[in-house]
């Protein structure tokens, strides 16, 4: 009779110390998981935060290059895409037409008016003291061949380009050269006056 007794007290001390060893890891179990809960809700605030951050800043963008030209339109998405940019922001652009800065008829070399057009650009640029990326834009007017004054285009940019470089040492990495040739006219193609607005250089800075 004693040894049955002391087997039953065995077995009730055994279970109450199994309930209470169960007690305390479902506790420890329930603290884990209302822990990572509250860590996973933390990581999905947190990632809300940042979408919300990335729309505003398409939404941004998108307002900017709406009120854009449809080359800087186009610089934009390029500088976007290559993750060339730091905000995707557009700053200015700015223009050197034959009209005012001559590059002479089919030739790419830079006169005077347009290097004094650059070193003032330059010097702007420095005052600002931004980091910031340039597309170069060559333009032609819609004489000559379409293979043609695609190269003249490509050839005033990097002109413009190298220039920039070797007077001024603006880095090499930060500009980049494209021709639009004869296919993004200013404006139409009418006569020697509205051609030689169209024989240009459009500069398009980011940040």
């Known amino acids: 009779m004693k040894k049955l007794l002391v087997v039953i007290l065995t077995l009730f001390a055994v279970s109450c110390a199994t309930k209470k060893f169960v007690n305390e890891e479902m506790q420890k179990m329930n603290q884990d998981v209302s822990q990572r809960v509250d860590n996973v809700s933390k990581d999905v605030e947190e990632a809300q935060e940042e979408i ?29 895409d290559a993750q060339k940019l730091a905000e995707g922001k557009f700053l200015y652009e700015i223009t050197l037409s034959d009209d005012k800065v001559h590059f002479g008829s089919s030739r790419w070399k830079l006169s005077e008016e347009a290097k004094a057009a650059l070193d003032a650009f330059a010097q702007m640029l420095k005052a ?23 190269t ?32 993004k006219p200013a404006i139409l193609n009418l006569d020697a ?15």
């Open 193 to 207: 006056a509205t051609r030689a607005q169209n024989r240009r250089v459009v500069i398009v800075v980011m940040e």
């Open 52 to 80: 919300q951050t990335l729309h505003a800043r398409d939404a941004e963008i998108e307002k900017q290059l709406a009120a854009l030209s449809d080359t800087s339109r186009e610089a934009m998405d390029r500088a976007l």
């Open 128 to 150: 600002q003291n931004k980091n910031v990326y340039v597309e170069i834009q060559g333009h032609t007017d819609d004489r000559g061949e379409e293979d043609f004054n695609y």
């Open 152 to 183: 003249l285009g490509l050839k005033r940019a990097q002109a413009v380009k190298e220039y920039l470089n070797k007077e001024h040492g603006l880095p090499l990495h930060r500009m980049e050269v494209i021709s639009y040739g004869e296919t």
